[in-house]
């Protein structure tokens, strides 16, 4: 039977994964703030690396999965927890825990992206390579000088984007496959709260997919579902857009 553990496993995409994942036969080991088996916070480095020890502990060091769905949108209360969060909170919990998953069945891991990400393309912003340098104090300085939470949120999808798929060139011979999940608009609690603010509510309210309607958590947990499975087996450093056509809208001729 396959250990996987998931981020953001409290609330929204993450706690739909984990439903999804345990419906499939998985273990799951839930990281979250709060209300997970493993408690803890991806924010800065020892929270990352607290959650590594118990994951590992609770795998008994050999894990077959690995989903990062823990996230902040544009609401966050800093542009700076912004990029700790979406980016190093996955990228270097992905480091923390390769050689348990190197040992696993099948290993499979799964990045939540962001069709977001997409804004950066033409003209990535300066941040972006911070992250990409692995530079958490700079990035985390240059996101709060800048001080616009939507920037930091498309950089840090974006660098999370490039990390992992550059990561999936250089360690596809493990046999550790890696691949996003790029949602669109998704119900969720962050959502909502982008709905909500005064600042991003009306560009998100009005921001719909050519679908029609927005996404539900399950239907995310439904891409994650397959790429971790043996079905995905030849699926390696690749994106899967699950947005209603959002990004076909936004770049049909460019891909
Ligand atoms: P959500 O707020 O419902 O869930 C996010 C979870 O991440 C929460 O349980 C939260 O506690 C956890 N989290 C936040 N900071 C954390 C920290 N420091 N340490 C540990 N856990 C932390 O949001 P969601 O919409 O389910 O978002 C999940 C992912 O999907 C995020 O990465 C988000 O950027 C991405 N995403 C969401 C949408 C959308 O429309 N909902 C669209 C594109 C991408």
């Known amino acids: ?65 690995l989903v990062c769905c823990a996230g902040l949108g544009v609401t966050a209360p800093s542009s700076s927890l912004v990029v700790s969060v979406n980016y190093f909170g996955s990228t270097e919990l992905i480091e923390l825990l390769q050689p348990a998953l190197a040992k696993g069945e099948q290993p499979a891991i799964t990045v939540i992206g962001s069709v977001a990400a997409s804004q950066q393309v033409a003209d990535p912003h300066p941040i972006i ?23 930091a949120y498309s950089a840090s999808k974006y ?33 909502e709260a982008s709905k909500q603010d005064p600042r991003f509510g009306e560009a998100v309210r009005n921001f719909v997919a050519p679908i029609g309607r927005n996404g539900q958590p399950s239907e995310i947990a439904d891409a994650v579902s397959f790429l971790q499975s043996a079905q995905a087996s030849f699926v390696h450093g690749s994106i899967i857009y699950v947005d209603g056509g959002m990004d076909a809208m936004m770049r049909s001729g460019k891909f």
Request: one cysteine or more.
């Open 1 to 65: 039977m396959s250990v996987t553990a998931v981020t953001g496993s409290a609330s929204g995409i993450g706690a739909a994964v984990c439903e999804k994942l345990r419906a499939a036969g998985h273990t799951v080991i839930g990281i979250d703030r709060h209300q997970a088996e493993v408690n803890a916070d991806l924010s800065s480095p020892e929270g990352r690396a607290n959650a590594a020890e118990q994951v590992i502990k609770l795998a008994n060091g050999k894990l077959d999965g």
């Open 129 to 151: 390579e911070l992250m990409l340098n692995n530079d958490e104090p700079a990035a985390r300085a240059l996101a709060d000088e800048l001080g616009q939470p939507q920037i």
């Open 159 to 191: 660098a999370l984007t490039v990390h992992c798929r550059r990561l999936a060139v250089k360690t596809g011979s493990t046999g550790v496959r890696i691949n996003l999940v790029a949602p669109g608009a998704i119900e969720t609690p962050l959502h």
